[in-house]
């Protein structure tokens, strides 16, 4: 089943470099009803241009919850919003994200900017958060005022009763960032073929590039070094596709198997209007995907 919903994009930590805020009045804020769970980063202040802002709650869960959707809120140029737990010693900052810090970080869910809270995982599946660790946000904006703004952001979780999970799932990632997309209106096309790490049981998949992306191919090559290409997603891109993409689910009865070795090739183009090259993550080409069940391995790659 094929749909357009508001998810966003879990970025890699590879992806999280560059400038990010610094933190404002009204500190954060998890509110926890039935149904869902609210984190507010309270007021944080941006830079102009791309920032990744790193939001410390300083809020440990005080229970362990199942997650089966997300739903984003932030101010203008906002490109997405992902909520993390991290067993680190918890505090309040929000600051320029790093690479090393999200490396200890565990993904639980991401939003666009702005949508629905549509159910991302089929019935029978969610996302575990466990009881006690500190609940993390990233903040992705691309501000092209010209000038810092000061935002106060919400990624609302949509929960369900433990009883009603047949299994948990974990993310399953493929990133191309060895592309430089040359400026001048050429249109440029750029592949990777990486391995798969492990047999999985895939529940979802979408893609993602940026606005100057004009088509995501996501492809299996089998396991043999003459095995025929299958196309698994496929799409021409739209720029309103950066935070709402295309959407494939699989029921639990009818999983995408993939088979550890299993070669996959993602292909993006771009034709960039710009003067200047666009690099990875000013530009991207990533499939992101749910798997169950999570073994406790956590996010999986194929790079």
Known sequence: MRKTIGIGIALTAAAASGCGGKAGSGGPSVSVTSSTITIDTGKFTIPAGESFTCIYTGIQTDAAYSVTAAQGHQG????????????????????????????????????????NAIQFLPTGLA????????????????????????????????????SQV?????????????????PGSVPYQHSLTCSV????????????????????????????????ATVLYDTPWQPSYMSHPPVQQYQMSRP????????????????????????????????????????????????
């Open 76 to 115: 203008p140029g906002g490109h997405h919003i992902t909520a993390y737990y991290s067993n680190q010693a918890p505090k309040v900052d929000a600051h320029p994200c790093t690479d090393s810090e999200m490396l200890n970080w565990n993904f639980i869910a991401a939003a666009g900017a702005e949508g």
């Open 127 to 162: 996302l575990k958060i466990p009881k006690g660790p500190q609940l993390v946000i990233q903040s992705h904006y691309i501000n092209t005022s010209g000038a810092s703004q000061t935002v106060d952001d919400q990624i609302i979780l949509t929960r369900i009763d433990p």
């Open 166 to 182: 047949q299994a948990y799932a974990a993310s399953f990632v493929v990133v191309d960032s060895g592309f430089s997309v040359p």
């Open 197 to 228: 790490p492990q047999n999985l049981q895939i529940a979802m998949m979408l893609g993602h590039e940026h606005t100057h992306g004009t088509h995501f191919n996501l492809s299996s090559l089998g396991t043999g070094s003459a095995g025929t």
């Open 256 to 303: 995408l198997l993939f088979t550890q070795g299993e070669q996959l090739q993602v292909t993006c183009s771009w034709l960039n209007d710009t003067s200047a090259a666009l690099n990875f993550p000013d530009e991207m080409c990533v499939s992101f995907m749910y798997y169950w069940p999570d073994t406790g391995a956590g996010m999986q790659y194929c790079m």
